[in-house]
């Protein structure tokens, strides 16, 4: 079921840009199943990221000029530190049924190994 801004609350205008940006990160977000653990965890996340997002105004401002007149603020990118982009990444990797609590799948893997063409397994002496 597609999150929505009511689900990370906030203000809707900014919490409409966070799940935008958190969708580029995580595409999966949208494929949770109501009131599924991942679905849950998603939106812990995002109601922190939306948390660590300041208020417009001064405490957004990262650099002034004078004789330019300029004034830079932090875009909601920002917000997205490296936990939060890891911990939505990690929603979308987790296996969702058939394996274990706290496994996490890698891959698969051949049974035939390729050195044993190379080097043939047996006995030496």
């Not at 997002?53 to 917000?79: E, H, V, Y």
């Not at 049924?97 to 051949?110: D, L, R």
Request: glycine share 8%; with cysteine; hydrophobic share 35%.
């Amino acid at each position: 079921m597609t999150m929505t801004p009511n689900d990370i609350g906030g203000d809707e205008s900014t919490a409409r840009r966070v799940l935008v940006l958190a969708r580029s990160i995580a595409p999966c977000i949208d494929s949770f199943t109501e009131d599924s653990e991942q679905k849950k965890d998603a939106i812990a996340i995002l109601q922190g990221v939306l948390g660590e997002l300041p208020a417009p105004g001064s405490k957004r401002t990262t650099q002034l000029s004078r004789n330019g007149t300029s004034m830079s603020f932090r875009d909601i990118a920002s917000a997205f530190d490296d936990d939060a982009r890891a911990s939505l990444q990690a929603l979308c990797s987790a296996p969702t049924s058939g394996a274990q609590p706290g496994t996490v799948i890698a891959g698969s893997f051949p049974k035939a190994r390729a050195f044993e063409r190379v080097w043939p397994e047996g006995e030496y002496t």
